[in-house]
């Protein structure tokens, strides 16, 4: 699970704040050491532009933040997801030169800033050499493209060990990329044309690569491979993960999205739902065995010395809503009562004249506490279970309602549908072919203190088995909803999950992206519900970018309080967004 220090989290914001100045765009936000722009991750990034690269001893952060900034700034994104081609080296090779035209537009007042991004492309270049980038021919020839068209655009040179370097490879290239580098130059204030050039250095590049193996037929697999072995340039194609990201693009309206979005949701398949269950999770465990589970859990809650008054303080003034002020009447000071004039002459010595303006607040929250039971979380399942109950009795003494659930499958690598779907012959895309388990440990209508035995159920290993999250996650938020009369409550989801989902007889069947592209179209569909917050804790790293709401998850703090403050302030923190 992901871990965020408290100092941590001042830095993004202090970053954050700084990318906003320069950029003039206000929805910036780094969180979790990932890049939101209106509520959209941004990972396809230039790699010298990685916050990864803040934490680096030989980055420059400023040089980062500042191109980052000048990307926003001068960058139309749309166009230039538009125009961005697929493929890995493609859209590196893309993305790079964008970001090289960028840079080599900074404004002549801004002298701080282009040596910042100056220094750092250049340093990011000594890096990629000093790593062994450059032993691989693909990532020779492509340190050689960035670094030409970085001295063309920006008419300054390079160190003289990277020309000596990449000095051969330049030569062979030049007949090729020297009309390329005049156009790119001549086109370097027009986005749109200058990317049509960039996809003609693109193809150049391509051709480049493909003769390379064409003309050695009897190690092509091996010199292949071995290029990839040397490109140690971390990128992820932008077209990766789109199908939650088109949920959210501005260039369609509100209508369009939902339209599009249901019908991606109605080509999820189950290929039988007749073995799923929906079962109260202590009703499978024998009563003592979950004794035995209830003690544990009240002996690892006392250990943590958890300072409840503070705690149930700080969360019930986070969920209040404010309410218009209301008059205290029949006060003895503060401003006279007009209803009470005669009294002043009449019962001069009656003190209960007076009124005084007093706040009034109103909890007005539900929250769903949702844990991913799958096998890789079992080993956290005793914190897990400190955690969730710790924080539902916060809540309920706070005022608040909670529903705790959970999911995993019945079986291993397929249960009764996988047997069957393999009796009839193992027709194609079959959809979902294990046995859903969705459990309840506390419902809304039960007390804490009613449901600890249930809560405590957390603690049997036999439910932790594979996951299907997408779905539970859909489960969990129509419960939410139905709890309720009220339709404008403020309704909170937190997904406490450490990965992907994992149903070893789905994902061979139907693909490595069946399961997960389901669950980023639940998520996205959570996004439209109204009044609904959806939040991600503990979320493995492929995962991340596409919850814009995350709570830190420190596996190494043994005082659980510290994961109970720490969430208050993030939970806070995005309120006042």
Known sequence: MQTQTHQDFEQQQQYGAMIRSLSGEVSVQIRDWQLFHQSTPLDSIAPHLSLENLKASWAYPRGVLDGIALRLRHSNANLHASLTP?????????????????????????KGSQQNIQTQFIAWMQQFIASGGTEGSIGLLLITIFSTVWMKLNSQPIPQLMQDIVEATRAGIAESMGPLLVKLKANRNNQEVYAQTSHEVINLISALIANEYRNNPSIRTK???????????????????????????????SSEKRSLLKKSLEKYTIYNSSYDTEVEAKKK??????????????TEIAKQNIPWAKLIRIYQQ???SNLPNRWQTTETETILDRRYLTRVATSPLQPALYKQVTPNSKVNSRITLLVDCSGSMKEQRVKIAVCVDSLSRILEHAGIQTEILGYSTSTWQGGR?????????????????????????KDFDTSWRRARAGIAALLHPEIYAESVDGEALIWATERLKKSSTNQQINKTLILFSDGCPMDRATIEANGEEFLKNHLLQAIAWCEQQPYLQLWGCGIGEELRPFFPNRLSWNHEIENISENLADWAKELKNTKAR
């Open 86 to 110: 697929h493929g890995m080296i493609e859209s590196l090779i893309f993305e790079v030169l964008e970001q090289i035209r960028v840079e080599s537009n900074c404004p002549d007042e801004l």
């Open 223 to 253: 010199r292949k491979n071995q290029a990839a072995t040397h490109l140690k340039i971390e990128w992820v194609p932008p077209h990766v993960g789109k199908v939650a990201t088109d949920f959210k693009s501005p260039a369609i309206s």
């Open 285 to 298: 465990i024998r009563s003592g065995q979950l004794a035995i589970y209830q003690d544990q859990l009240n």
């Open 318 to 320: 986070l969920f209040s």
């Open 417 to 441: 549908p996988f047997k069957e779907w393999r009796k009839n012959g193992q027709p194609p895309n079959p959809g979902r072919l294990n046995e859903r388990a969705h459990w309840i440990f």
